[in-house]
RNA sequence: GCUGGAAUCGUCUAGUGGCAAUGACAAGAGACUGUAAAUCUCUCGGCUUCGGCCUUCGUAGGUUCGAGUCCUACUUCCAGCA
């Protein structure tokens, strides 16, 4: 279903924005933190988990869908939601960040196209504008991407700008031969940390008229938060109020926050799920002062200290794992290898990040916004 | 009892004259931002002024410039025969 926006109010004193999107009848309130779900699973989550921790859309990879298990393999199943068993709205990432992501692999970039060699089995492969939109119409997302080339944060300014406006040229032609009417396309604003280029990237993206639009290429290899940031302030003042801002692979509890303040609406991350396969828990640390009284906090649940720890992963969270399950468990688990272990820290992570959009979304809504950012990352920031 | 064989870091293991000594696991810690990540990195005898120094390969001797490696005895374990 096409993503309506509606923006409810925005915050005096940051940019912050509550808002609401509509996929026919599903609801949901923005800001929104957006689980990834690459292979077309939440890795160790089940749907019902992944709805539970009220999770309202997520992402699924068209570059890792294309090759396996195939769009056309998708489509005979009845589409990604059927297939995967989930209801909820799914976007598509369009396989851009591949172009950065496996950049370890020959990989060719033209103005056709993007060549790349298969880190399964070898095999060319060949993606364009066109075959991304094509794959996901396949794959019958409710919101497809762009194709675009994610520059790595060392790419120079000479580079993004040539970069950027070949990614337009991959825009206007993807959204060519967008057909789909069920389907929105969202466009995709690159220009690195650079003020001019972002806000070119924003205006001309902005004039091909897309269903919403994205800031990309943040968050890579050894950017600079302060970077990241720049990026964002750079992009927003030029995206239209009436469509939905997402901010892609973004992030970090504390990036959040600042994105949210610097008006943006929607942000996927790998890093919640990654980091529960890894051991670690986000939690809110107490925080002396501040009217948030919270702070980030991150703990490896496989460090031994944990070992008779028989207190929930986090105390005030409401999610089945905190709920039902010990530190000492979760450790015993982690320690053990075993799955389950990574399922209640990728439940909790998830829920942890949506919990945070839930107390942003309520900050925003009780004039409190700023408030809420300085109380959070007060000590973040510092530690 | 006889005849072979074996004893190396928590465990298993490499090592056949130049060795503080291989690899795996375990253990201790760290990294991770549109997922080639249930992955990767570091540490893992002690001390150090970072050049080294000391103590280590069942125990005790011996050969040698030098022994985890060769020799002798002992201890323990394993296999076969009685």
């Known amino acids: 279903m096409k993503v309506k926006y509606t923006l409810i109010k925005t915050d005096k004193k940051t940019g ?8 026919g009848e599903m609801e949901y309130e923005t800001p929104m933190f957006m689980p990834v779900g690459t292979q077309a699973t939440v890795k160790t989550m089940s749907p019902e988990q992944v709805k539970d921790c009220r999770a309202g859309i997520i992402l699924a990879n068209t570059y890792h869908l294309w ?10 199943a009845g589409g990604l939601h059927k297939f995967m068993n989930w209801s909820g709205p799914i976007l598509t990432d369009s396989g851009g960040y591949q172009v950065f992501s496996l950049a370890r692999n020959k990989k060719d970039i033209t103005e056709e196209g993007v060549y790349f060699k298969s880190e399964l089995n070898g095999a060319r492969l060949f993606l364009t504008p066109e075959k991304s939109i094509e794959i996901q119409n396949k794959l019958d997302s409710d919101i497809a ?23 337009l040229r991959w825009a206007e032609r993807g959204k060519k031969v967008h057909q789909n009417k069920e389907q929105s396309l969202f466009g995709i604003v690159q220009g690195g940390p650079y003020e ?19 800031i990309g290429g943040v968050a890579n290899d050894d950017e600079c938060k302060d970077d990241m940031y720049k990026a964002i302030e750079f992009s927003t003042p030029y995206l239209p109020e009436d469509k939905l801002r997402y901010l892609m692979g973004v992030g970090e509890p504390v990036d959040l926050i600042e994105s949210v303040a610097r008006g943006v609406d929607i942000f996927d991350c790998v ?26 906090k991150r703990i490896n649940l496989k460090n031994a200290r944990f070992k008779r720890d028989f207190t929930p992963i986090e105390e005030d969270c409401d999610c089945y794992a905190c709920k039902n399950y010990t530190k000492a468990y979760v450790h015993h688990l ?17 829920r942890f990040l949506i919990r945070l959009c839930e107390k942003m979304r309520d900050a925003i809504r009780e004039d409190c916004f700023e408030e809420f950012r300085e109380g959070f990352l007060g000590e973040a920031a510092q530690s």
């Open 145 to 167: 991407m762009s194709f675009d080339e994610c520059p790595p944060a060392s790419a120079d300014y000479q580079y993004l700008k040539n970069s950027i406006e070949r990614t």
């Open 196 to 214: 001019d280029l972002r806000r070119w990237s924003a205006e001309q993206t902005v004039a091909l008229d897309f269903d919403g639009y994205s």
């Open 334 to 350: 982690m320690r053990c290898d075993e799955t389950f272990g990574a399922t209640l820290l990728s439940i909790h992570n998830i």
């Open 271 to 296: 890093s919640p799920t990654r980091l529960a396969r890894h051991g670690n828990a986000l939690i809110y640390g107490v925080r002396d002062a501040g009217i948030s009284g919270l702070k980030e």
């Open 16 to 23: 912050a924005r509550l808002g609401r999107v509509k996929f």
């Open 67 to 76: 090759q396996r298990p195939g769009e056309d393999v998708v489509a005979e």
